[in-house]
């Protein structure tokens, strides 16, 4: 029987142990619109540190912790997965992250973790940078450099603002 509660709880206490040494893990694109608009606003770039300590906490706060539950999250599905790399790290010294995906999938085969919105990651990320983004968006032109925006698929939300911007290249 999977103690998803206990996984759960032992994730967020390792975070907290790691909180004197984490260190850099992960960089999140940050990028901000008008709203709810495709239009960005002038500084509108950025990016977001997290930290090993940081990212496992966040994990343990989204994940669902109900043990009863009828159906596994993503998010839920992605602390599994940490466990059980952790736990494999303690007693092999390596994971093998195939075979993890693999046999936790939870009748889902698909090897994404989990997407998260602003309006969840928000409260776990507030700092001025995440309030006023670095870098402008006349900058866009010199990191997407010779035609690149027009390789872009627009399936995905950024692909799709800087695809249908194309003043952001004049």
């Known amino acids: 029987m999977l103690n998803v509660e206990r996984i759960i709880d032992s994730i967020e206490a390792i975070s907290l142990a790691l909180e004197n040494n984490q260190s850099a893990f992960l960089l999140q694109p940050i990028w901000k619109t008008q709203g709810k608009s495709p239009k960005l606003v002038e500084q ?28 596994i999250t993503r998010q839920t599905r992605t602390a599994i ?20 995906i ?42 997407i450099l010779g035609g690149g925006q027009n390789m872009l698929s627009p399936e995905r939300r950024f692909d799709a603002i800087i695809y249908n911007s194309p003043e952001l290249f004049q």
């Not at 300590?53 to 159906?71: L, Q, V």
């Not at 997965?81 to 993890?100: G, P, T």
């Not at 046999?103 to 006023?132: I, Q």
Request: glycine fraction near 2%; charge should be positive.
């Open 102 to 143: 693999d046999n936790l999938s939870y009748n889902t085969k698909n090897d994404k973790a989990f997407a998260s919105a602003g309006n969840v990651t928000n409260r776990y990320m507030s700092c001025p940078r995440l309030e006023t983004p670095a870098i402008s968006k006349s900058e866009i032109k010199n990191i």
């Open 81 to 100: 997965w940490l466990f059980k790399m952790l736990a494999d790290i303690s007693q092999y010294k390596k994971f093998n992250h195939e075979e993890i």
């Open 44 to 71: 509108c770039l950025d990016v977001f540190v997290w930290s090993d300590a940081g990212f496992s906490n966040f994990i343990s706060k989204i994940a669902n912790r109900d043990s009863n539950a009828t159906k």
